[in-house]
């Protein structure tokens, strides 16, 4: 386990020597005034990210052999550089294999992804339709999609956007999506909690979190809703008797969760059980940004009546924390 | 009680006589071609609409004082003109006061009115906010705007456009709101229950029922948004200890509960309640308008495999009804 | 071969007897003003459509097996009604498999086929990728496809509808396409072309040309674009060395070649290619709009200084033909 | 009297030593590189904003006890900072009660408000409408609400925002009103008049001007819109004999007085009076902020034939001061 | 003058005959159901339309050589036809060149045109700039642009579409230019005052008000705004010493005046006599729109207290007469 | 010809002499913290543009008379100032008339103006239309407005930002529309290579290329689709038989070559060379920008498989170039 996080160098005194492990984010060649070449490392944790200055990158205490994307244990000291803190790194290297933790060095979800998952395997267990149960144990008995599946995160940096989001974001939206079947006759339960699991599943190739979550190429140019719907249109493709309609309501509630055309749905729900796969992944989406967006003001001491910062996924708007302001004084 | 519907004229055969009751919708006067004054009509019930022509207006069954928005006895007979039914009346009378019931005359909703008013009646008992439950015990302690509250539609044509429509909206509203309240525990429960129940309170005085479904002068001018957030700000006024922070979050989710400047709130929702409020909003009167058209397809006898009409409120988006789809040819 | 077009029928004399084959595309029961039943029909050949009316549907002669889609052949008397020709038809019956030619019963392309097919052969035999050559050859060894690619319509009813249509597009983009590539020096000449080739593929199962030219279920939610995307993967998994970069940009070509994401690509382009498809598929679909429009205007006897109608895919603008004006007055 | 203004201090010489009275708009705790807490304040007056440093706030001579909106007696010296001028304060005492004057501290407006307030007057008293008279009048006998109409800002940052703003913009509405009823006769003057002077009453609530301008809570969840309805409305409801469609009339005008459902306003206007009114408090706003940024310009020593800088309510443009361009090089 | 005008025809008798000149909107050649050729005509007055039918066009009562934009004298009988007037011709005849006045046959302004002209002199004889006072004297001397200018319709069918219209529009204008060039110093009085005369002064080349208002060919291709820019540009450039700066300004006061580039400007106003000429021009236009609908809804005998119905240039909002309202029920 | 280029300086060593020429990009007083006076310049070539510092104004060797625009002839050092190259000048005078060529103090285009020019006169040679040919003739015949065009950059900051780009972009755009023009037979030749050459013949007036690249008040206030139909229709004003169809056709181009009105073209384009021509302009101007902005990434050494920065003229999208990705790893 990592002992020493970035959080907690903002109060760590001028000169402090420390020692950590820590995750290459970028590497950048550089020069000084005189001309004397240094390197500039951005370092992350789970906790967040620090600059990093190499002074004297020939010292052969200094790795050579390291790049971004690497996991490396520093030595160094912490300096106050204008408001922000500083790393002036003297010795680097790459870390061993399994001397750290992913998920020590990069944000993952407060819950227990055992815990997650086996909740996800009884929702499954309990549909009546045997084509859509069998789609999803077939698509979860192959090992790497079902690790990714646990791994990924839900968005590169606006809800969720942390290892094991996306297993949170489904999870919370099977409690909704349940309620919700069961108050619509004429909902298909199966068929709208099949389109819970999958709607997202394309992300385990559009996002990359090895260093940071960031999209691949094959991401940027085809987005996770066509991986998705590929993915799982051949999955049914292998499946002997899926029927043909099933198999296009399915591909319909990938195709079209994101509601509207200028958000990258080429098509738009034209069936209830897309239509309310839309709201609900929508709904979780936007709460689960305000929860965020409340604690970091509370982190940040803003008193309780204060308005947030305008929040980006909801059209910049500023938001009110109802229970917070109301119990304001109280305590 | 009514014996003859509307909707079964078309059954009728050429020439048949009739007697019944109607509401009078539209009366005009006109000329025929050879310059004769006639009688235009439109009649309604909760079925449906007919065209009544009076060719002579100076009969003396004919009464003269009748006028739109009366409830009129007809006598006459069903004639086919193009594809339309119209019915030439010989005799006409005022009705009586109680000769027939209102819900007759109008659509009204499939539930029991009293059943739906005591679910809301216990869903308030079960707050456990003091003051929010006494705000809403004072309002619908006004037996004039209970009365009202029970019998208003929730909207002119769009969604829940029969009498009662609002209640019904409103106890579906309450069931998935308590769901989502459990949900998520950045919520208050009371206070997002109490945004379902005012949010479209003031359509009690936006839309007029007494002669079909029609905006008030009152409510187009002003909208049920402001109608409804100065009744429920003038029945905190009276409360003597209305706590003035819970005063500013209700009215604030009436004004913000079409969850877009350009849908007529002159807010955006800014605390999370109001934000799950316009998402169930949405999303109730959507699945509404999907099965009022699904149930429309099927009256029509169109075959499963065939998309609805453009549906005005899905943006003029044509549907598949997903269970009948799927259950085509396994019956 | 027919010998009698729709398009003729309005010289028809009154009451002219007539006999010709049609295809059935809407077949509807109805009951006259004195209750009798008849048949409603709309018939189409590859020149117009006509309203035809069976008066007496049990007449011996009349067959009672046939349904929309089938080819029927008719015998009757033209009549006006209004200022429309009718059809009253007197005997039916289903033609026979090869009585007839489906090129006759629907609108289809001015260009020899099997030319426009020898001009895709021949640039796809000029490639120098030899991977994309493999791709295409591929698929268009499945004869099946080839023939649906050769029969296919470019839309329902904007530009090229018509039997033929996709052909004749890709063809005219095939000539654009290869000056662009030869123009800018950036750009993939092998790779852009493919893209043309392409990308409206997905159209040969989006619409259905049996009956007119409508969409199918699947095509109407899932839409050419994943429906090609899909086709096209496939084919690319199975050819065992196909690049996985040139695989994303393919797919990529197909995914964005509309351009705007509230056209329905879920992806806008991102390569030099792609931005040039989709300039080219525009244009060449409006220049094809503005020819049908200029050639209407000139049947309906529009004078040349007088606009078009309101041209839908060219936001109801009105058009000039240039040529036609300038010559004005000097044949 | 204050006698240095924040305006003057760049003129200063370094380390001059300066004395006078603030607006403290912003308190922060901070540490420096060396951990040492120091004070970083925004202090404002009429003319300005100026960021001051307290290195020592354990100087028995720096009070203890002033917090944001307090106003403040300050001795210390003005040093340059890059480009900025920065004041290092070395005494600092809360200010007595009456020891300076609020208009020195906050923007105000250069007319005399005691002459603006009497033209209100005398408007009023022209009105032949004894409702609408009695309305206003029992309005403004409140002296908590005159005060505050006096004092008001018309925004918080847009167009007259200083104080006095709000009366000032009504004033300069009211003379444009009255020629353009003149001039329709389809125009109800003293509606209009009403109108002009109650469309922005809500500001009163909506906007504090304690320290510096801003949103109350209540003004951001409700709106002034909203605000000033209600206030109206309960006015109205006090008269014994308002008539209701007056009524309706006046609540309608401040509803729609933004013109657009995306800029706040719940209803469009519909009746003319409502449209001449957004008309023309649009127009005034825009000509007040075009004139701001004129005098800017001039200030900043801008040639005449550049452009402005982009103004913000006028969509980013850029505007060209007419008759001082066309004077360039004549005086 | 014309003793029989359009409007009048629906009190007629059926069958009176009937006598009067008209002007030819529309002829076209048609036949029976029994192939018999006719004409069909679209006839005109300042009040109205009406259809006309000539059974016999062989008839030697029938003028052969009349076309469309021809006056014509003719002879018949009105009968009713559905809901509309009808009438049949026995006799027609092209009228003489001034046996009836143009103002007769088209909408014209119920305004005194001399008098609006001579408004519109004294208007121009108070500038103080020499040079625009030249350049409008320049331009009406030349008598065939002023007499178009006193003809010309303001718009095509949105407001102020009769004969005179543009002239009306643009004294209403100059009068309330002139107040607001009063209210605010930053205005240059004559600059306004000629944007406001010029503004629209190539609608006399973008219109055609011969045979009913259309637009010409060089209108539809290049606008009134082009049109009117290029005519004033090459009066200044007659003009010797016309200042190279106001040209530029006259010029960008045309040519913004649509206020938005989605209006068809293509400039949006960058001096303030630009915007505030746009601001009077739309408002002007409205409350024109707004007196036409509510004398249509009084002509219609609407009742006080239904809306208008959708007005087309105010986005389909449908408006309420609010004098009339008030007063209704105190007459 | 210039020996020392500002993209060059990065590598000069601190404090290293140099001695050069520049433009006068920006000429500013200012002080330092202690008051004193210094000059602040921005200096520019066609490489870039530096940050100079004249410390000591007063110095004799420093000239006092020049100005923004200028070029002036510096000698000075590099100093390194954060991560930026500044220039401290000990000398500085103004250039003498011919001492440095134009092209070396702006950005200039790569190609050989004078074959340009005369692909250009080719183009031209080769019509049939003896109009057009006579109109450009005779346009270009006036040597001052063919200089002006042979110089004139394509545009401020989006594409072909250099000198000589205008010429650059339309050679382009011709050779596009010749193989354009062969493709539909519906387009005449002539009329589309007029507009090509004619389209952005305003921004010889739009913009000024003296220092940097700048719009003149008359281009802010006209725009070059306003200046370039007033100096095309005047030349054709000046033949004496221009044919006015033809002269509204060209005239049509010019206005409506932005395709959109919201992009400042007061008409659509309503023919179909029009149509033809925004779209090569759009594409030709498109690809340059992507050119430009892939050169940009290979300068700053950028690896293959990252995407652009967003590039502003495609809406903030990022691109991928695709040859350059698909051969890394195989050099």
Redesign the interface.
Known sequence: MKDIYIADLANF??GALLNGFFLVLVKQQRTT???KPYLNLILGDKTGQIEGRVWDPSDPRIAKDFDKGDVVKVRGSA???DDRVQMKIDQLRVALPNEVEKSDLLPSTTYDVAELWSQLVSVVASFTNPDLKGLLSTLFDDPKLAQAFREAPAAKGLHHAWLGGLLEHVI?LL??GD??AA??P?L?RD?LLTGVILHDIGKVRELSWVSGFEYT??G????H??IG??LV?RAMDKLPDF?P??K??V??MI?SHHGK?????????????A??LN?LD??DA??QA??SE?DKCIRDGKPA?E?TGKVWS??Q???????R??NEGKE
Chains 1, 2, 3, 4, 5, 6 share one sequence.
């Not at 708007?317 to 229970?323: E, G």
Request: negative net charge; charged residues 20%.
């Open positions: 005194n001028e005034k005189t001309n300096s106050h550089f919370s409690t909704l309620s919700v108050h619509y004429l298909d068929l190429i094959e940027s140019l085809l987005g809703i066509h719907s590929v249109e029927p309609k099933l296009t309501l591909l319909h195709l055309l200028e958000f990258g749905s080429p098509k738009l729900p034209m069936i209830s059980e239509l309310v709201f929508d709904l936007k709460m305000i929860t409340f009546d308005l909801l059209d708007r500023q938001l009110l924390n109802t229970k302001w109301l």
